[in-house]
C-alpha cells in the first residue's frame, strides 16, 4: 500500500476545504485589526444551523443560505461586545466557544428533539465533471469534491482582488494598520469591522456545513473538534495574507489527509491522530516570528 | 487581557477608595456579566416555554438544600478553584493559559500511575500523586512557555493544540500499558491502591481533605504573589515587560516560571480528580475544567483568593445543573449558555461605563 498517492492528494483538498474557508474568513477580520478567535465557535454553530435549517425546510441550499445567515448573525454579535463594548478579543471568544457548545446541544434538544447528534436528510452532492475526466492526472484530483470545496478555491483570487484591489480593501487594511489616521480619512471604522466580522461569519458557517454536509451527512456534539484552533493558526502563521494563509490551511488539511491514511497501517490510533496539532504547534514555532505580542491582544482602539 | 481583569481595582485605588468601593469596583463587571447571562438564559427559557424562576430555584435546590447538595457543591468547588488560580497565575504574568485542560489531564495520569505503580506508606501516597502530577502538568506546560520564550509563538494557540496532544498520549499509554481488563466498554486503568485513595469525609458524596488543600493553595499563591518578591517580579513582567525588562527583572524567566506554576495547579487537579473521585485515570474524566478555571477566574477579576468565593459559585452552578436536567428535564446545556455568556460580557468594559454614565446623569438630576 502505497502512503503518497493521487488519493492522498484528493483527500488533502476535502479535509482542508473547512480549514481554507474558516482561515481565509478569519484573515479578513484580522486585516481590519480584529483577532477573531470564535472561528472554532463560529464553525460549530455553521454547522449545526447549516444540519438544522436543513432538516426544517427540507431543503438543502436554504439550509446552507439560513445556517449562513444566523451564523453571521452571531458573528455580528460578537463584534458588537468587542466593538463597541470594548471587550477583550480573547477572553469573549473564548466565551462564545462555550456559547456555541451550549447553544448548539440545548437548540438541537429544543427545536430538533434529538441528544448527541442528528442526521440530515440530504447532503451536499459531489461534483463530477465528465470534460474534467478526460485530463490524465488532474481529473481524479480535481473532480469529485463537493461545490463548497471549489468554493474555498475560489476564496483565493477573490479575497486577493478584494483586499488589494478594491477601494473597501484600501478601507479595510487602513484600519487594521492604523485606525486613528483611517478614521481621519474619513472612513468608517465600526461600518469596516463589522462587515468584516460579518464575512468571517459567512466563511466560517460554510466551513461548518461542509464539515456536516459535505463530509458526515450529520451533526454531532462538539463535531468541529479544534477545526477553528488550527485555521486560527494559519491565520497567525500566514500573518493573515490571503496567499500564505491558504498554502498553510492546505498543510494542515494535508496533516489531517496524511492521519487518515496511516490509520490504515496499524499505527497506534491516538498517537496518530495528535499529529494534525503536533504539526500546527511546530509550524507555529518555527515562524519565529512574534506571532502575538502583548500589544495585539486586548481592547480594540477606537 | 490583563487590563480586562485589574480595571475595576485600578478605578478604586485612582479614586482612593476605601474597602467597600474597591470590592464594588472590582465586583462590578462580574456582577454585571452574570446579569446579562441570567437575562439571556430566562430569554431562552421563556422560548421553549419553562419559567426561568423554577429552573433557578432548581439549581439553588440542587446545590444547597440538601446534603447531598452541599456535598456536591463542595465536591465541584475543590477543582474549580485550583482551575481558577491556575489561570490567574497566569493572568499575572501576562500569559494566557488556554491549554489548562492538557496539563489536567496528564496530572491525571500520572497522578493515578503513581496511585497504582507506586507503593508508599499511607499517608505519603495521595500526597506524593498529586504532587507527581502537578509536576506532569508543569512539565506540559513547560512546552508552550518555551515555545513562547524563544520562538515568540503564541502560547494561546500552542497549549489549546497541545491539549489534544496530552489526550492521544494519556489514551495510548493507557490503552498498552494500564488498561484496566475488565471494562470492554470505557478506556479505564486499573484502580489505585486502596491507601492512595482519598477518602470523603462527609456522610455522602465525595468531598475529600483536596478541599482544603484547594483552598490552601489558592492562599499560599496569593500570599506569595502578593508579598514575595518572585511575585513581584512576576506581576511586573506581566504588568508591563518592557518596563520589567528595562528595570532589570528577569522577565523571560520569569514568564516560564509562572506557566509551569499554572500548569502545576493544573496538573494537581487531573491528579485529585483520578485519585480522589474516580480511583483510576478514566479517559475524558475533565469535565471542562480548563474552560470553567478562566469563568472562575474572570468573575474573581484577577485575585487569586477571589478564585476560593468564584469556585464555590461556579460549584454550585454545576451540582445545581444535575438537578434542573434530573426534575425540570431542561438540558443542562442551559448552564454551559450561562456560563458562555457571563465570560463574553466580563470584560465589556463600556458597558460598565456607559450604566455608570446613565446612573450619574440620572442622580445629577
Known amino acids: 500500500m502505497e502512503i503518497l498517492t493521487l488519493s492522498l492528494v484528493s483527500s488533502t483538498l476535502v479535509v482542508a476545504t473547512p480549514l481554507i474557508l474558516a482561515a481565509m474568513g478569519g484573515l479578513f477580520s484580522h486585516q481590519a485589526g480584529i483577532f477573531n478567535f470564535t472561528l472554532e465557535g463560529l464553525m460549530l454553530f455553521g454547522s449545526f444551523f447549516s444540519v438544522m435549517f436543513t432538516v426544517l425546510t427540507g431543503n438543502l441550499w436554504v439550509g446552507l443560505l439560513l445556517g449562513a445567515l444566523s451564523c453571521t448573525a452571531l458573528a455580528v454579535i460578537w463584534g458588537w461586545v468587542v466593538v463597541d463594548l470594548g471587550a477583550d478579543q480573547i477572553i469573549s471568544a473564548l466565551g462564545f466557544m462555550l456559547l456555541a457548545q451550549g447553544g448548539t446541544v440545548f437548540l438541537m434538544i429544543a427545536v430538533l428533539s434529538q441528544t448527541g447528534g442528528v442526521f440530515s436528510p440530504l447532503q451536499l452532492d459531489i461534483i463530477r465533471l465528465p470534460w474534467l475526466n478526460a485530463v490524465p492526472v488532474l481529473g481524479s484530483v480535481l473532480n469529485g469534491h463537493t461545490l463548497l470545496t471549489y468554493l474555498s478555491w475560489l476564496t483565493l483570487p477573490l479575497f486577493l482582488f478584494v483586499i488589494y484591489r478594491t477601494p473597501y480593501g484600501l478601507s479595510l487594511r487602513a484600519v487594521g494598520e492604523k485606525p486613528e489616521a483611517a478614521a481621519a480619512a474619513g472612513i468608517n471604522v465600526r461600518f469596516v469591522r463589522y462587515s468584516a466580522i460579518a464575512i468571517t461569519g459567512v466563511c466560517c458557517s460554510l466551513a461548518g456545513a461542509q464539515l456536516a454536509l459535505g463530509l458526515l451527512g450529520m451533526f454531532t456534539d462538539n463535531m468541529t473538534a479544534g477545526r477553528g484552533i488550527i485555521a486560527f493558526a494559519a491565520v497567525i502563521f500566514g500573518r493573515h495574507r490571503p496567499l500564505q494563509v491558504f498554502l498553510v490551511a492546505l498543510f494542515f488539511g494535508f496533516a489531517g489527509a496524511l492521519t487518515d491514511r496511516l490509520q490504515g497501517f496499524g499505527l497506534p490510533s491516538e498517537l496518530l491522530l495528535t499529529l494534525p496539532y503536533v504539526m500546527t504547534v511546530v509550524v507555529l514555532a518555527l515562524s519565529g516570528w512574534r506571532t502575538f505580542t502583548r500589544a495585539q491582544s486586548g481592547h480594540v482602539k477606537a | ?365
Not at chain 2, 501516597?125 to 506532569?136: M, R, S
Not at chain 2, 496569593?222 to 532589570?248: D, H, Q
Request: proline fraction near 4%; charged fraction near 10%.
Open chain 2, 1 to 365: 487581557m490583563s487590563m480586562g481583569s485589574t480595571t475595576g481595582a485600578a478605578l478604586a485605588q485612582r479614586r482612593g477608595s476605601t474597602g467597600f468601593f474597591r470590592v464594588w469596583h472590582t465586583l462590578q463587571m462580574p456582577l454585571l456579566a452574570t446579569l446579562a447571562g441570567l437575562l439571556l438564559t430566562s430569554a431562552l427559557l421563556l422560548v421553549i416555554q419553562v419559567n426561568p424562576l423554577d429552573v433557578y430555584a432548581a439549581l439553588l435546590r440542587g446545590a444547597l438544600g440538601s446534603v447531598f447538595g452541599i456535598s456536591s457543591t463542595l465536591r465541584w468547588a475543590t477543582p474549580l478553584i485550583l482551575a481558577g488560580v491556575a489561570v490567574t497565575i497566569g493572568f499575572k504574568a501576562g500569559l494566557f493559559n488556554a491549554g489548562l485542560s492538557g496539563q489536567i489531564y496528564l496530572g491525571g495520569l500520572v497522578g493515578s500511575i503513581i496511585g497504582f505503580a507506586v507503593v508508599l506508606p499511607a499517608g505519603l501516597h495521595p500526597a506524593v500523586a498529586i504532587i507527581g502530577g502537578g509536576l506532569a502538568g508543569a512539565i506540559w506546560a513547560l512546552i508552550p512557555a518555551l515555545l513562547l520564550r524563544y520562538f515568540g509563538a503564541s502560547e494561546i494557540v500552542t497549549s489549546l493544540m497541545l491539549w489534544y496532544v496530552a489526550i492521544g498520549i494519556s489514551d495510548f499509554l493507557v490503552r498498552q500499558f494500564f488498561r484496566d481488563p475488565t471494562s470492554a466498554a470505557f478506556l479505564m486503568s486499573v484502580k489505585v491502591a486502596p491507601d492512595a485513595v482519598l477518602p470523603s469525609f462527609f456522610p455522602v458524596g465525595n468531598v475529600s481533605v483536596m478541599l482544603f488543600v484547594s483552598a490552601g493553595v489558592a492562599l499560599l499563591a496569593w500570599y506569595l504573589m502578593a508579598r514575595s518578591k518572585i511575585g513581584y517580579e512576576v506581576r511586573m513582567t506581566g504588568a508591563n515587560p518592557r518596563f520589567a525588562f528595562y528595570a532589570g527583572l528577569p522577565t523571560a524567566r520569569r514568564l516560564v516560571l509562572a506557566f509551569c506554576a499554572s500548569g502545576f495547579v493544573a496538573g494537581m487537579i487531573g491528579a485529585a480528580e483520578s485519585i480522589g473521585i474516580n480511583q483510576r485515570f478514566v479517559s475524558q474524566f475533565d469535565p471542562g475544567f480548563g474552560f470553567d478555571g478562566f469563568l472562575v477566574a474572570l468573575l474573581a477579576n484577577g485575585s487569586i483568593a477571589g478564585c476560593i468565593p468564584a469556585g464555590f459559585f461556579l460549584g454550585i452552578l454545576k451540582a445545581g445543573s444535575m438537578e434542573i436536567e434530573r426534575t425540570l428535564g431542561v438540558s443542562k446545556s442551559i448552564i454551559w449558555i450561562l456560563q458562555g455568556s457571563i465570560i463574553l460580557f466580563v470584560s465589556a468594559y463600556r458597558l460598565r461605563d456607559r450604566i455608570n454614565a446613565l446612573f450619574a446623569h440620572l442622580t445629577r438630576r
